[in-house]
């Protein structure tokens, strides 16, 4: 008669190992999905960050989508970080994307705010992944500004430039110097603002010559 002992061993690690593979799932989770986030300011509306950001990330040839908040998420990039062995063995290889979103501040300044996104890299090597890290995006950003600033949106003719006056809002002002609050919106879209408090104190303003008061409105053609 046979004896099989010796297949006790083997049928052991295949346990164990069976055991060690199903588990390894949830190590995994301890160092995916992680974003770090840094910000960074600029002094231009939120719609004219959008074109640097975007003139930025097109430079270093990173695909990405605008959401339909503005906000942006570039497309997942492979790292250059080595996958574990069990990830490996999983088919998880480690990578990388970056979530990108606008914040208006008012008085036409936007915060950047720029989370990397990680999978499967340890936790001590996700900082160099960081967009500051890795192509030094924020002095890029005013590097791009200064060379191609976004065009002004203030005209520079057939108006006047006014300052705020202390907690003075788009609303006052209108009513200020139009004589009808109402007319903030008008002022609003030609100094590229989008409320009537998306404005700093002793901020200058322009405001066309047809809505200040006591303006003289050009002679209307008479009907034949």
Known sequence: MKRHKPFLPAVIAMVWFGCLLMATPLAVRADSDVAVGEQHEMPFPADQTLDLVEGVLRGEGLLFDVLPDNSIVTLWKPADTSAGFFHSLAGMNPRYRYEITLVPEGGSK??????????????????????SQRFNMFKELDQLAADLPPASRTPNRGGVNFTLLPNEDLKGLARRVTGNADNWKAIADRNGLTSPTDVTPFQTIWVPDSLIKGATQPPQPRSP
């Open 110 to 131: 936007t915060k950047v705010i720029v989370n990397v996104r990680t999978e499967y890299i340890p936790e001590a090597e996700i900082a160099k992944y960081k967009a």
